[in-house]
C-alpha cells in the first residue's frame, strides 16, 4: 500500500510538473516571451519531491521535452544552468510550504534567471561590447522581459503550489513523502 501511496504521489507531481512545462508551448504562440513555467517548475519540484535526484531531474527532463518541439537555441545552456540554481533554492521549500516563503524564492528566482540569461548574453551574444556601457546596455534591453518573468514566475507558482494543495485536501494521502 505504501507504494502504491507513493507511485500516487509521484505520478501526481510529475504530471503537474509535465503539464506546467507543456504549458510553454502555447505562451511561446502567443509570443508571451519569458512568460514560463521554468523557475516555478523547478522550486515545486524541489519542494515536493524528497529525492533531490529527482527533484532535478523531472524539470530538467520537462523543459529538454518542450524544449525539442519548441526548438533549441543557443542560450538553453544558461537556461538550464539557472533551473538547476533555482531547484538549489526550492529545497529551502520543503519544511516551509507558505505563501510568503513561495512568492520571496519566486521573486528571488526571476532575479536569478532575469541576471544570469542577460549576462549570458552580453557575454556570448556579440550584440553588446564587452564593457560597463554594453553590459548595461544589455540589461536595460533584458527589462521588457523581467515583468513577464516575475509574471510568469509567481503565476505559475500560484497554479501548482495551489493546485497541489487542493489536489492533496482531496486526497489526504498523497502528503505522504515521496
Request: include cysteine; charged fraction near 10%; hydrophobic fraction near 55%.
Amino acid at each position: 500500500m505504501k507504494s502504491t501511496l507513493m507511485n500516487s504521489r509521484f505520478l501526481v507531481l510529475t504530471v503537474m510538473i509535465l503539464l506546467a512545462a507543456l504549458s510553454r508551448l502555447l505562451t511561446n504562440e502567443l509570443h508571451l516571451w519569458n512568460f514560463t513555467p521554468i523557475a516555478a517548475i523547478a522550486l515545486f519540484g524541489a519542494a515536493h519531491f524528497t529525492d533531490k535526484r529527482i527533484a532535478f531531474l523531472i524539470p530538467a527532463v520537462a523543459m529538454l521535452i518542450t524544449d525539442a518541439i519548441i526548438g533549441f537555441h543557443p542560450g538553453m545552456w544558461d537556461v538550464y544552468l539557472t533551473l538547476l540554481l533555482i531547484t538549489f533554492m526550492g529545497f529551502s521549500l520543503r519544511n516551509n510550504i507558505k505563501v510568503v516563503p513561495i512568492v520571496a524564492v519566486s521573486l528571488l528566482s526571476s532575479l536569478l534567471f532575469f541576471t544570469i540569461t542577460n549576462f549570458a548574453v552580453w557575454m556570448g551574444s556579440g550584440y553588446y561590447p564587452l564593457d560597463w556601457s554594453g553590459l548595461t546596455t544589455c540589461f536595460a534591453a533584458g527589462i521588457p522581459f523581467f515583468g513577464n518573468t516575475v509574471a510568469g514566475d509567481l503565476f505559475y507558482c500560484g497554479v501548482l503550489f495551489g493546485g497541489y494543495e487542493l489536489i492533496r485536501k482531496a486526497r489526504p494521502e498523497l502528503a505522504k513523502a515521496v
